[in-house]
């Protein structure tokens, strides 16, 4: 008969402080390295869930700071010690939902300074005329496009080479 013993409520108190978003007392509650060998220094052995419990604490905390470095390395060793626990799916949850409120934030204001540019609606004109070549046989190429003669592009190889690459 395996017997596990409950965690103690005072590890569970951060989730209340959380949940009003009270983050700035998370420090002064938790320590300032918001570690448990810190906060019970006489205790050698903590439960997983106190563990996991203080981690994900954490990973709330850092993440309200805008501090994602230090709440990415917290979620790496809640993925390390129970990577299917639901407090693992919910701190990196958070921790997504955190970045992307940032995100928003930084490109409201990004929107606000863009300077924008009043564009007036332009008419479209088509010519419908033929242009004017100096030369009739790059007429020819405008007039058949890709179906022209086999006669026709011998014309047009026949003009000489520094004629063509003024007429282009």
Known sequence: FLMLRRPPRSTLFPYTTLFRSDYEKMP???GEGLDLKTLYPERNTFHIVEVMAMLKSAVF?????KDFDQAEIRLEMMEELDYDSLDYEQASNQL???RMRLGLKLFAEEEKSKIRVKMEDQTVTTK???PRFHHPEIELLYHNDLT??????A?????PRLYLAVLL
């Open 96 to 98: 997504i939902s955190d």
């Open 128 to 130: 419908t005329e033929t």
């Open 148 to 153: 022209i003669s086999s006669e026709n592009i």
């Open 28 to 30: 002064e509650i938790l």
């Open 155 to 159: 014309l047009i190889l026949n003009l």
């Open 61 to 65: 905390y850092y993440g309200a700071i």
